[in-house]
């Protein structure tokens, strides 16, 4: 008898102790101290919930992430569970490196509430799930309504043209600019809304897989951009900013226009006052139409993980309609679950921006070609560098467009032989 308590005492020691070493390995690229901590209340919940099991979070800062993560990928240093950007879902998703989802969804109990819009954007990749979104990032206007008044702006812009005669109002302001540029990581979206709102379209390719990122209405969108920077509409310095410093030019006044999606809001409506700012639709173009850029991200899971069924456990918890809701307050996309319209939150006069431009149908939500594995070092490499060139004015606008297209043509071309 003895030896049986010995031996049971043993082995629940045992199991004990290899609860206590199941820890997995969760990645943050689209980093800030806010989402940071959010996650870390989500995971010590998942972790109350799971004994002995315990979560790694690794942050690495957004202006590096792309590249620090593909070295973790490089060397064998593979997660469990990663924040997904759309951008490279591709990428990893068609190396074979993310699980499909599907039989997970298919089990879940909130599958049915999602909307089907995150459904769709999930399955991008070969019309499978290797990422479930938590949410939605859409660009819209933010403006500063007290340098509007000062610099004698009434209303803010309805078209590309308004928004150009705004800036130069604000502009003549001492210390003041019209815009608060991308010109650094992340900029992209800038540019990709106002060039297919110059051009009156989002179509990126023809049917022959060529791209159309060098047709006139494109190129002329680029310069406008360009344009813009080097008539002194925008900071000087803004040619390298990023997220943070064009949302901290934004409510340090800085400059009176960001486009921005609602993360935004988290920091700007800290240090602003609600009467101060608004949000509105982007402007349009000379076709009569704007398009803004959608974008999503969500949680993967890598298929070397050792813990599955674990790993499931934990993107259930971040992504439950409880989890998500909390996510997307504090974190600023809009949410996927259904249920989240009901939520008081989101019915605020905070969020009408985004919610008239879904409501107009002159606002184009544009998704960038992310299906391509050559995407995410285009958005995150080659367009910095190019975009910045072409600020700096080392390259001309139309050679900006040509060097664009020629990636671009040669990914899609590459995709379209595999289909």
């Known amino acids: 008898m003895k030896r049986l308590i010995t031996a049971t005492l043993l082995a629940t020691m045992m199991a004990g102790t290899a609860m206590a070493d199941t820890t997995l390995k969760l990645v943050e690229v689209i980093t800030s101290p806010e989402r940071t901590e959010t996650l870390k209340s989500l995971v010590g919940k998942f972790e109350a919930a799971n004994p002995g ?10 202006n590096e992430a792309f590249q620090k993560f593909a070295t973790m990928v490089s060397a064998g240093d593979t997660p469990d569970v990663m924040e997904m950007p759309d951008t490279w879902l591709s990428l990893y998703a068609n190396n074979g490196m993310l699980e499909s989802l599907e039989p997970y969804l298919e089990k879940w ?8 819009r995150a459904l769709e954007l999930g399955r991008d990749v070969k019309n499978t799930a290797y ?29 590309m043209d308004e928004f150009v005669a705004a800036s130069e109002k604000v502009s003549k302001l001492p210390g003041k600019s019209g815009y608060c540029l991308r010109g650094g990581p992340g900029g ?36 406008w951009v360009v344009d813009l920077y080097k008539k002194g509409l925008a900071p000087k310095d ?21 486009d921005q999606d609602p993360d935004a809001l988290i920091a700007v409506a800290q240090r602003m006052k609600p009467e101060d700012f608004g949000v509105t639709k982007m402007p349009v173009g000379p076709s009569g139409k704007g398009f803004t850029t959608i974008g999503f991200a969500g949680w993967s899971m890598f298929t070397t993980s050792q813990n599955k069924d674990l790993s499931w456990k934990l993107i259930e918890t971040l992504e439950s309609p409880e989890g998500n809701i909390e996510w997307n307050k504090r974190t600023g996309a809009l949410p996927v679950h259904t249920s989240a319209e ?32 050559e995407f995410a070092f285009f958005k995150d490499s080659l367009a910095i560098k ?20 020629e990636y671009l043509t040669a990914a899609q071309q590459k995709y379209l032989a595999k289909k």
């Open 53 to 62: 099991t315990k979560v790694d979070i690794i942050s690495l800062p957004w």
């Open 238 to 258: 803004s040619v390298n900013w990023g997220f943070n410093e064009t949302v901290a030019g934004f409510y340090s006044g800085t400059c009176a226009m960001l």
């Open 109 to 116: 109990e909130y599958t049915k509430g999602l909307t089907p």
């Open 188 to 223: 992209l979206n800038g540019w990709v809304m106002f060039g297919a709102t110059m051009a009156g379209s989002n179509k990126f390719f023809n049917d022959d897989g060529t791209s159309t990122m060098n047709s006139e209405g494109w190129t002329k969108g680029l310069e």
């Open 386 to 405: 190019t975009t910045q060139q072409a600020l700096l004015g080392d390259i001309t606008p139309k050679e900006l467009a040509d060097q664009w297209a």
């Open 342 to 373: 009901k939520d008081p939150f989101y019915a605020s006069e905070q969020f009408k921006g985004w919610f008239d431009e879904l409501a107009d149908k002159n606002i184009v939500p544009t998704v960038m070609p992310t299906y391509l594995e």
């Open 131 to 159: 990422m479930l979104p938590y949410g939605f990032y859409l660009r819209a206007l933010f403006y500063n309504k007290n340098l509007f008044k000062e610099a004698g702006v009434s209303e803010p812009p309805k078209t």
